[in-house]
């Protein structure tokens, strides 16, 4: 069984910070591309970041110089640095990560999210 657990989400002003964390656990072999997207309401789900296992990012346009991805491979946790909030960042922001089990079956999982809410 492999979980995303995310944390870090709250209430901030606009021009403020906030730092989301996601951990996966479980039987994990190995984990490739993981990211986070964001869904506000009555919108699509949309990408915010991804990063590779050898640590190649890409970022939406609306978040490029603001958000940084990272992540630590050796806790299999990916991070979000956003800085420079917008209330238009408000969504809630889910982890997403394409994971090998122990007998090499791949999947994407998601977390269960955590809202972000940008207060003008």
């Known amino acids: 069984q492999v979980q995303l657990v995310e944390s870090g989400g709250g209430l901030v002003q606009a021009g403020g910070s906030l730092r989301l964390s996601c951990a996966a656990s479980g039987s994990i072999s190995s984990i490739d591309t993981m990211g986070w997207y964001r869904q506000a309401p009555g919108l699509q789900r949309e990408m915010v970041a991804t990063i590779t296992s050898r640590g190649n990012t890409n970022y939406a346009d609306s978040v490029k110089g603001r958000f940084t991805i990272s992540r630590d491979n050796a806790k299999n946790t990916v991070f979000l640095q956003m800085n420079s909030v917008k209330p238009e960042d408000t969504a809630v922001y889910y982890c997403?990560?394409?994971?090998?089990?122990?007998?090499?079956?791949?999947?994407?999982?998601w977390g269960q999210g955590t809202q972000v809410t940008v207060s003008s």
């Open positions: 997403n990560a394409r994971i090998s089990d122990l007998v090499y079956y791949t999947k994407n999982y």
